[in-house]
């Protein structure tokens, strides 16, 4: 079924009227509808985005929170091997885990299954802009990337 477009203008139209204190218009806020019309969200859904710095897989998530968004980035680094596997190894990555200090940005997690986790989150005060996310994904990556180069020697 295709949308008339007088409809479809309509929709530019209403987009180009948006209440200012939309603006600016976060990640995952302009949607299709059903009926094949542009809508915005508000809020904003929560988004879900994928890209590469340096060679590591990141995975982003922005959700929605009140007047704020929350944005977690992460990052799996590698996995611990069992001791069975290879003990110097093992007791190597959680000798250089363990000395990691309080970073600001960002933060080595252990999950399950021994899988290395680079994570960050911060909150952003109103909708978030791809400048936000790239600029929060920068300051991690560059407080942890001493420890991303110990760390590689053994995973």
């Known amino acids: 079924m295709s949308v008339p477009l007088v409809a479809r203008l309509d ?3 209403s987009l180009a009227e948006v209440a200012p ?3 600016p ?5 302009i949607f299709m509808t059903p009926e094949g019309v542009l809508g915005i969200a508000k809020p904003p859904r929560s988004s879900r985005l994928r890209f590469v710095v340096e060679g590591l897989p990141f995975n982003a998530a ?3 929170d009140g007047e704020e968004a929350v944005c977690q980035i992460w990052a ?3 996995h611990i091997p069992y001791t069975a596997q290879s003990p110097d190894r093992r007791r190597n990555l959680l000798t250089i885990l363990g000395g990691i200090g309080d970073l600001k940005h960002a933060r080595f997690v252990v999950q399950e299954g021994q899988k290395i986790l680079l994570f960050s989150e911060s909150r952003i005060g109103g909708h978030v802009r ?3 996310l790239a600029h929060q994904t920068m300051l991690m990556v ?3 990337r ?3 180069r110990l760390l590689a020697e053994y995973l």
Do not use: C, R, Y
Not at 25 to 29: D, L, S
């Open 11 to 13: 929709a530019i139209h």
């Open 21 to 23: 204190e939309s603006l």
């Open 25 to 29: 218009i976060g990640m995952n806020a």
């Open 62 to 64: 922005v959700s929605p």
């Open 76 to 78: 799996e680094v590698g």
């Open 130 to 132: 791809p400048e936000d």
């Open 142 to 144: 560059q407080e942890a």
């Open 146 to 148: 001493p420890f991303l």
